[in-house]
């Protein structure tokens, strides 16, 4: 009886970033930094270099990050036209990246101790075997890079440039890239001009590079998954709208995240001639942030509702 109108007033809640090619490029990406893992550890062990221990076992931090960003992917995928959300997995892809944040925190801060302890207490380097291991690494960081670069400089669609989980997955590459440049760089100033010490002081600054990249997402992150609201200007905007038209007066207004890229807004409108909330729902087509849009209409009697100019 009533299927026609359900069917035009029913929202669809599907906010989650699901990137395909960005979900397979990551399991690329991670085979790669596993199998560079293992020859980092193996070779460290073999020629008795700390330097590429540590750095292997960096790696294997980023391996546990690269699982994030794919279970992530994966329960995105499974969850997205079930009712087990409210308005669809949209942050969970937000959660993996705000996870992957937080253990480049952890990279960094294992960096850190590292480094202070071989300045500390300087240990022989085999430099000939760890320059060609760091530079084999290197090679391994920018292929991966390379995988995981659409998203970063040549989105498909607006919705990709906004996927936190696969920023996460980038970031963790471009942090072994860097460690990597300057792990050769202080092996070659070590092994030619005895600069021994250059080693533990560029991983520190490795670190603090890394710890700003990781402040870096977890700013961006947090605010989607504890459902900050939109800039105040665009409330002010979309109540503004709203008030335009006839007597109309807004009693409340909340807008809040429910992606990276999406926001509902919860509208009371008070009016002494109050219309369909489809007409108001109009009012604000050109509001495109606004995915999920839900109006509750009130109306006024007699002086119970006063209008002032």
């Known amino acids: ?44 062990t073999v020629f008795g270099s700390m330097a590429l221990l540590a750095d292997g076992w960096h790696m294997g931090t980023h391996v546990a990050a690269f699982m994030i960003t794919i279970i992530a992917y994966r329960y995105s995928r499974v969850h997205a036209h079930d009712d087990t959300f409210a308005f669809s997995p949209g942050k969970v892809g937000v959660l993996g990246g705000f996870a992957s944040s937080i253990a480049l925190g952890a990279v960094a ?55 936190q989980n696969l920023k996460a997955a980038y970031m963790h590459v471009l942090a072994d890239a860097l460690t990597s440049v300057l792990a050769i760089i202080a092996l070659v100033s070590g092994k030619y001009y005895g600069w021994n010490w250059l080693d533990p002081v560029m991983g520190m600054v490795g670190a603090l590079v890394i710890v700003r990249w990781s402040y870096g997402l977890m700013k961006e992150t947090s605010p989607i ?23 109309n007066r807004v009693s409340d207004l909340h807008i809040w995240r429910v992606g990276p890229n999406h926001f509902a807004i919860i509208l009371s409108v008070v009016s002494h001639t109050p219309k369909a909330p489809q007409y108001y729902k109009a009012l604000l087509k050109d509001f495109h942030k606004l995915s999920h849009i839900t109006v509750e209409v009130n109306k006024c009697y007699g002086d119970d509702c006063i209008v002032e100019e």
């Open 109 to 163: 801060l294992m960096m850190i101790v590292e480094s202070t302890e071989r300045l500390l207490e300087p240990r022989i380097i085999h430099f000939d075997e760890a320059i060609a291991v760091a530079a084999f690494g290197l090679m391994i960081n920018l292929i991966s890079a390379l995988l995981l670069r659409d998203h970063h400089h040549h989105p498909h669609g607006h919705a990709h440039h906004h996927d």
């Open 225 to 247: 998954l504890i459902d900050e609201s939109i800039d105040a200007r665009y409330k002010i905007a979309v109540k503004k709208k709203i008030e335009s038209d006839a007597d």
């Open 1 to 44: 009886m009533h299927a026609r109108a359900l069917k035009l007033l029913q929202h669809h809640h599907d906010f989650a970033v699901i990137h395909k090619k960005g979900e397979r490029r990551t399991k690329q990406v991670l085979v790669l930094t596993f199998l560079t893992m293992v020859v980092e550890i193996t070779a460290g």
